[in-house]
């Protein structure tokens, strides 16, 4: 995947959107969340072909399907390619697993932080808890 040369506005544009748009398993959460940062980054359909691939509406459902899938390292790898050796090197715009509440979640890097959805709504997590990246 390739960024579009206005890649850092549109980012921005996509979490402002994401922060304003209410959680919902399926829809608005930590996996379409960061699909339609890439997408708008690059201009794909990631959402589109993930939400082909999962089908859940709510949180039960949504594990399920994430296990189906082979986990969500397995599932991001899939469409977005291998991880970065080390996930220290995740740079603004990266796509990175790390952990909130427990709970392993996909976010996107933003400055020197991470932001996912969650059913709080879109937080801001520690670099620190990230387990992988893969860059965008």
Not at 26 to 37: L, N, P, T, V
Not at 67 to 76: C, E, R, T
Not at 106 to 127: E, F, K, N, Q
Request: a negative charge.
């Amino acid at each position: 995947m390739a960024r579009l040369q206005d890649w850092q506005p549109r980012l921005m544009a996509a979490v402002r959107e994401g922060a304003r748009t209410p959680f919902a398993w399926g829809e608005h959460d930590c996996c379409m969340f960061a699909a339609a940062c890439v997408d708008a980054m690059c201009g794909g359909d990631l959402k589109g072909a993930i939400r082909g691939l999962l089908s859940y509406t709510d949180e039960i459902g949504a594990y399920r399907a994430i296990v189906k899938a082979g986990g969500l390292d397995y599932l991001v790898t899939t469409f977005i390619g291998n991880p970065l050796p080390n996930p220290r090197y995740a740079q603004p715009g990266d796509v990175v697993l790390l952990v909130n509440e427990g709970r392993d979640v996909l976010g996107i890097v933003v400055g020197h932080a991470a932001i996912a959805a969650a059913p709080s709504g879109v937080v801001t997590l520690s670099l620190a808890d990230v387990r992988a990246a893969w860059s965008i």
